[in-house]
């Protein structure tokens, strides 16, 4: 239950948060969702399952609200405070702003840090390779070696590091590092090998170490639900010790999934294979062969078996069972020849893996012993470290494909892709398609407590499209609080929704032309405009037929795409404030994220309601697989995906309490169809005006 000391904490940190900030104003939804996480998190709902799902109007304050509720909790309980995001936006405002303001007005003393994962941080034995040492082996693995041009930056950078003027961390480096020189350099789980002698001044390892000392701790989810995949308490702390604040949960269960999947290629699998199996000699000989030589043996015939099955698996694919690049197992049934070679493979692949971790420890442990110099074994540690990592891959995707169909539940999407253009390679790839059940497993069951937080959790008004996603119970008895909690800002006096009559609906040939005529209609002269597309090729259609008639009104024309984001932005808010029309054009990223308060953001147009078109593999077995147990898949999948959406892009106007503004929805099936009144009644009480007739 809720102690007396949490208790005053929270009203403590509420009261010198208000002398804090100058135009605090009080607002009944923050004190509530602030009450309501306390008395969650403390077992006042269910003394197990300690889960509260909230959805939380824009304006309301929930990052503050999360924090004054549970920071006091786990501070109190002696428990991690582990509060994950899926914008580093939102990471940076936690870090830099928020977390600050609340050490200060809390009673409290905490100490928190933020989480990234190894690809933020540079390898320094990698870099050093690169800087000071013949790098022709690590650049001989690579399919083709990076320009010369870099040459330069990788001094600068191990100078730096070595002075310790950078701390390897890829945000930290006053410039852009160039993807291309990142994955040379990049930490992985092998290259970060205690076997290396520069080890103990790993830039991963020293952050790694400081989250020990930390209270709480800001991630991302990718992060978090990596950390859950490899059980937990590998990176961040065990699950069983902490509490989790999901902020922007709507992403969880796409990250999950996306995180679960795996993809690796069948002739470069080949070809980086056949050059391991030549160099297995090369380790050897800094080995003790009567150690060493049975893992190096079995390696190399685990590999000599996997490469011609990689083979047969090629040679026995044809065109035709292609469609635009895709062959697509339906409901995740291989062929049985493809069937046999995967169990071969995946017992195979893990045999190689395993055989090839020996020999790793191996070549470290003579290190540790003082039996090979680390001249000698660096850059063999650094060289398997590359094959360690693509082994895993591989015995991944084989494992993932040789999965046996369950009983009960939904199947693996598994699919082949052609790359044409990559030397006619194919791709084999696999995914679950529902994750709830893991999440659950690895996470929920196991944890103190978890808040979930977003303006968009609920689809169609309701939260049981989110807790099927996530595998959250939503079954009173279970005790999950839910709450909905709206905005508080006058969006009936502030605000306008208007559906004009179209005469044609977005299937039709005619749509596009139709709205590259209204568009310009709708735009609103010296104000700043949003124009949201649901397609890339659609808003490229319209503005090739309208760019010159905007042009002649002197009507500045933004494209996503044409320059960087924040380029866009700067020039969309340059114009605004030197009194003219700006119009942005953007498609999915723009209608989340996007802040663009007061005059800077004051008319939006919706040209479709944005569903999403179940092209990809996934979403084709996903559609698949409710179809075949009597669902729906348009209506289970398709209207509450877009349902989030559309409020997430309707939410694009109202930023704060005194903007105001107007909503163009040029798609007339949010009137004219049965599941349109669903969608509308999920949207703010924006002041509608509808001009569609049937």
């Not at 693509?390 to 999965?403: C, G, I, K, Q």
Request: glycine share 4%; with cysteine; hydrophobic share 40%.
């Amino acid at each position: 239950m809720l102690s007396p000391n949490i208790q005053n904490s929270i009203q403590q940190s509420y009261k010198n948060l208000q002398h804090h900030l100058e135009k605090f104003v009080p607002r009944r939804a923050q004190n509530y969702l602030t009450s309501e996480i306390a008395k969650t998190l403390c077992g006042s709902y269910h003394s197990s399952n300690r889960i509260l799902v909230a959805e939380a109007g824009t304006g309301i304050g929930k990052s503050l609200s999360y924090l004054m509720a549970a920071i006091p909790v786990a501070i109190l309980n002696n428990r991690k405070l582990i509060i994950s995001t899926a914008t580093v936006a939102l990471q940076e405002q936690l870090i830099t702003k928020d977390l600050p303001l609340l050490l200060r007005v809390s009673p409290l003393e905490f100490q928190f840090r933020i989480a990234k994962g190894r690809q933020r941080y540079c390898c320094k034995q990698r870099l050093a390779t690169l800087a000071t040492d013949q790098p022709d082996q690590q650049l001989g693995l690579l399919d083709s070696p990076p320009d010369e041009t870099i040459q330069p930056l990788i001094q600068e950078l191990y100078a730096a590091i070595c002075k310790n003027k950078w701390d390897g961390d890829r945000d930290n480096w006053s410039s852009t590092i160039p993807d291309e020189l990142w994955s040379l350099i990049v930490s992985d789980k092998h290259s970060c090998h205690h076997g290396f002698h520069q080890h103990h001044q790993c830039p991963y390892q020293k952050a790694r170490q400081e989250l020990d000392v930390a209270d709480i701790i800001v991630a991302n989810h990718h992060l978090v639900l990596a950390d859950a995949e490899l059980g937990g308490g590998v990176v961040l702390p065990d699950p069983e010790n902490c509490i989790y604040i999901f902020d922007e949960a709507h992403h969880i269960a796409s990250i999950s999934r996306d995180s679960s999947a795996a993809a690796a290629s069948i002739k470069g699998a080949s070809n980086w294979l056949e050059t391991l199996n030549k160099n297995s000699a090369k380790y050897l000989k800094n080995l003790d062969e009567s150690r060493a030589y049975r893992f190096r043996n079995e390696l190399t015939d685990a590999i000599q078996q996997i490469i011609p099955l990689l083979k047969d698996v090629k040679q026995n694919i044809t065109q035709s069972y292609f469609h635009e690049n895709i062959w697509r197992f339906e409901h995740g049934e291989l062929p049985e020849w493809l069937e046999s070679i995967a169990r071969d493979l995946k017992t195979l692949t893990k045999k190689a893996n395993q055989n090839l971790g020996k020999i790793t420890d191996l070549i470290a442990e003579r290190v540790k012993e003082g039996n090979l110099s680390t001249k000698v074994a660096d850059p063999l540690l650094n060289e398997l470290s590359f094959y360690l990592l693509r082994m895993d891959n591989l015995t991944r995707v084989w494992s993932m494909m040789a999965t046996p169909a369950k009983e009960y539940g939904a199947p693996l999407a598994r699919w082949i892709e052609y790359k044409q253009d990559n030397q006619d390679d194919f791709i084999v790839n696999a995914s679950p398609l529902e994750v709830g059940w893991k999440l659950d497993q690895q996470l929920w069951s196991r944890c103190v407590g978890a808040v979930f937080v977003s303006a968009t959790l609920r689809a169609l008004n309701s939260f049981d499209h989110f807790c099927f996603q996530t595998g959250i119970s939503n079954k009173e008895q279970d005790g999950v609080k839910f709450l909905a909690l709206a905005s508080p800002f006058d969006y009936q006096n502030h605000a306008e929704l208007l559906i004009p009559a179209m005469e044609s609906e977005p299937s039709s040939d005619k749509f596009t032309d139709e709205l590259a005529e209204k568009i310009p209609f709708y735009i609103e002269e010296k104000k700043a405009n949003l124009v949201l597309f649901s397609s890339y090729w659609q808003m490229e259609a319209v503005t090739k037929k309208i760019s010159k008639k905007l042009k002649r009104k002197k009507w500045q024309l933004l494209v996503q795409g044409k320059s960087s984001r924040q380029s866009l932005l700067n020039s969309h808010s340059f114009t605004i404030k030197m009194g003219g029309t700006s119009i942005l054009f953007g498609t999915g990223s723009f209608s989340e994220g996007l802040d663009l308060p007061g005059n800077l953001l004051e008319n939006v147009i919706i040209t479709k309601i944005p569903f999403s078109v179940p092209t990809s593999p996934i979403e084709q077995a996903h559609a698949e697989y409710i179809e075949s147990k009597g669902g729906n898949a348009f209506l289970q999948i398709a209207v509450p995906d877009a349902s989030k959406k559309l409020v997430q892009s309707v939410g694009r106007l109202i930023r704060k309490e005194s903007d105001s503004g107007r909503v163009v929805i040029l798609d007339r099936r949010i009137v004219s169809k049965r599941y349109g009144r669903s969608l509308l009644d999920s949207l703010p009480p924006l002041k509608r005006t509808i001009e569609y007739i049937s």
